[in-house]
């Protein structure tokens, strides 16, 4: 307690005295200029596709300015939602598909989540310190944009290298931040510097972000929902003649990070990693090489509000590596088209191991295996042409293969002897006895053409078919008692989940339709998208056994599934002028639905329908918004998992942003009526369960509650 006081006092006070060496060297140098803030700026950069949304600039410039967690900066996008899972590690859902399903990127690279429990996935890996622009590419993602998910891919872009001008002196730029959060007591600084020569720049980034249980409205805390996190990264880049050569390294900790549907916590992740690419251009077309490398230690036990680990807890270890390389090259087509093709190799390899406690009749005297030596091993290829056959028309034709092997080794429960672990002992003789590994081959295919028959309108539609194969712990998570199959569990149901080495990939077939419309001058925008899935053997489960307080056992099956829905986005200019500026009111709202149609149940996790509505100003260096958000009941629940039906609610959002162009200072209401809400993903609040001692049935997780926001940011 004291050392995480000191080291934030220490942070804070480093954060002031660079702040204040830099106010004072900023007469001599050019320093960076912070863009100018404009809350109207909120439709998102145009993009070759309509369906496509791109978070950055301004927009993104405010939401990142007090976040902690890179993925809930996406959240309200249209089909789009994020659901609770740690407070750095929200996860994705497009179109009513979720977590393993969406690809996340950073910077082209792919991570895999090595928990059980789903703690470290792909997107939490980056601060939001660090990030430049989220793309979202749903239902028709290129096969360009990389395979393994039926959804689509979010592809985050960090901070990109900068160089002096030709001629120029040596650069040396960067940005401080701090923020705060008054909901958690949440705390973040962060800060990057850049020496830029004409040829050679080097950055250093580095963020740290501190909550502690959030409050839900009235004020109660929502236990297990604390985190730490530090980041760093360090780039060298080399400008060439044709490119960029670039080597990205950093390490990524978390001391700690609650959460809340889960019966364990994060007690340490330790991340590394290092990307290597070249991009270039060529008087033939482009060439993209990739290589990237992430290694992972993660720990969990139980943190103070799940009964902490004084007594030895249920330590359960994680141990992953991430290994990767790819080569692209894009050639241009007379009509001003391209042809692209390429080629990948990646390799996951993880051990799940569960050490002993010592006194425990049930978890000693061996260590657990949950999963040894598990590998994961896909080889791509792909091609993809893109062509503009006529003036009002273009079209992108891709396809994709791949070959995805899995396996596992041998296993071992807590004891081979004994009543208590009987089911587990009997499970891994089968499970050692069996042949473990497995080999997928995937095909994707996108087809999509976009005709702009004015000015105006764009009309995009398509196909696309599109693979998953199943996880490591979907196939190989082999334990059956009570406690062991409890322990795989990523879905934030706190039910207990059995894999199925059988398992077959799931595969999607996805038909969109997006129309937009752009008043000339941009004054009126309006964007409509229709989508249905339909997914053969989708990655479900079925149920195993009823458990105590209504939790069930299932195992992860295939089943068919179908899902539809409808989104759209748009902003109206309401004035443009004296004396109060600009102003603009827009709008997003979403709608899906989903069903097993091997049982007629709803798939787990659908978004009730969502709307934002937001009036937005902005004049000289000020710009505000007043934002409502309105999120249907959830009545559409997976009755399988015991879903949670949650009520509608609306929460209302003030904010104010000021630069002058070397300082910006972001000033935030979220949930001005400090509302008490479930959820509608959210889960179960298992922490606040087993505090008041695991009786009757789990309740939703609470969202939080009213917080004052604060973030400032200073450009040298
Ligand atoms: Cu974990």
């Not at 976040?67 to 994705?92: F, H, K, Q, R």
């Not at 360009?144 to 891919?153: E, F, L």
């Not at 989708?538 to 899902?563: C, E, H, P, S, Y």
């Not at 009941?633 to 609306?650: I, Q, W």
């Amino acid at each position: 307690m004291s050392s995480s006081t000191f080291v934030r006092a220490a942070l804070m006070a480093g954060v002031a005295a660079l702040a204040l060496s830099a106010a004072a060297k900023a007469q001599e140098a050019p320093a960076t200029q912070l863009p100018p803030v404009d809350a109207t700026q909120t439709v998102e950069d145009e993009t070759a596709s309509p369906s496509q949304s791109v978070v950055g600039g301004e927009v993104l410039a405010r939401r990142k300015a007090t976040a902690a967690d890179t993925i809930g900066l996406i959240a309200g996008e249209p089909g789009v939602a994020v659901y609770a899972n740690g407070g750095l590690s929200s996860l994705p859902v497009i179109r009513g598909l979720a977590d393993d399903r969406v690809l996340v990127t950073i910077d082209g690279a792919e991570a895999t989540t090595f928990c059980p429990n789903h703690m470290n996935p792909p997107g939490g890996y980056i601060s939001p310190s660090r990030v430049q622009q989220i793309s979202i590419l749903p239902t028709l993602s290129p096969v360009s944009a990389g395979g393994d998910n039926i959804a689509g891919v979010i592809a985050v872009t960090s901070r990109s290298p900068q160089f002096a001008a030709e001629g120029a002196d040596l650069q040396v730029n960067g940005e401080l931040g701090v923020s705060y959060r008054s909901v958690s007591d949440g705390a973040g600084a962060n800060g990057w510097i850049t020496i830029a020569g004409e040829r050679l720049s080097l950055t250093y980034e580095a963020g740290w972000n501190h909550a502690e249980n959030y409050k839900a409205g009235g004020g109660r805390r929502v236990r297990s929902t604390e985190f730490e996190a530090y980041d760093q990264a360090l780039t060298l880049a080399w400008l060439t003649d044709h490119g960029v050569l670039s080597l990205k390294a950093g390490r990524q900790f978390q001391p700690y990070q609650g959460f809340p549907t889960q019966r364990m916590d994060l007690t340490e992740n330790d991340s590394l990693f290092a990307d290597l690419r070249y991009q270039a251009t060529y008087g033939w077309g482009e060439l993209n090489a990739k290589a990237s490398w992430r290694s992972v230690e993660h720990e969990m036990n139980f943190l103070a509000d799940k009964g902490g680990s004084a007594t030895g807890g249920m330590p359960m270890n994680s141990q992953g590596r991430d290994l990767a390389a790819s080569l692209d090259v894009a050639l241009p087509t007379p009509d001003g088209g391209a042809v692209r093709a390429g080629v990948e190799a990646r390799r996951a390899d993880v051990d799940d191991w569960w050490p002993p406690v010592a006194g425990s009749m049930m978890m000693s005297p061996n260590t657990y295996w949950n999963i040894t030596e598990g590998r994961r091993e896909r080889t791509g290829v792909w091609g993809e042409w893109e062509a503009h056959p006529g003036d009002d028309w273009s079209t992108l034709l891709g396809a994709r293969y791949e070959h995805v092997e899995t396996d596992a080794g041998p296993v071992q429960p807590y004891a081979w002897t004994g009543m208590m672990n009987m089911p587990d002992a009997m499970a891994a003789r089968a499970f050692n006895a069996r042949d473990r590994g497995r080999a997928d081959d995937n095909l994707d295919i996108t087809a999509t053409a976009t005709w702009r028959p004015s000015a105006e309108i764009t009309v995009e539609f398509g196909y696309a078919r599109k693979t998953r194969s199943p996880s490591l712990y979907e196939r190989y998570a082999w334990g059956v008692g009570s406690m062991s199959s409890a322990m795989t569990s990523f879905a934030g149901d706190a039910n207990s989940y059995v894999g199925d080495p059988d398992l077959k990939p799931e595969v999607a077939h996805n038909l969109a339709a997006t129309l937009r419309y752009e008043a000339p001058g941009g004054a009126r925008k309006l964007t409509v998208s229709v989508y249905r899935s339909q997914v053969d053997d989708f990655i479900d489960a079925a149920k195993v056994a009823d458990l105590a307080n209504g939790f069930v056992r299932l195992r992860f099956a295939n089943v068919d599934a179908a899902l539809f829905g409808v989104d759209a986005s748009g902003a109206m200019e309401l004035w443009n002028g004296q004396p109060f500026g600009r102003g603009a009111l827009t709008g997003v709202v979403s709608w899906v639905e989903g069903e097993n149609r091997d049982s007629g149940d709803n798939l787990y996790h659908m978004t009730p329908v969502t709307a934002r509505i937001a009036l937005e100003q902005s004049k000289g260096p000020w710009s505000n918004s007043a934002e409502l958000e309105l999120v249907a009941e959830k009545d559409a629940v997976n009755a399988l998992r015991h879903e949670p039906r949650t009520s509608a609610y609306a929460l209302m959002n003030l904010r104010s942003s000021w630069t002058n162009g070397r300082l910006r200072v972001d000033a935030a209401v979220e949930n001005l009526f400090d509302a008490d809400y479930a959820l509608p993903l959210g889960g179960v609040a298992f922490g606040d369960f087993k505090a008041s001692g695991a009786q009757g049935r789990i309740q939703p997780l609470a969202g939080p509650g009213r917080s004052f926001n604060l973030a400032l940011r200073m450009a040298f």
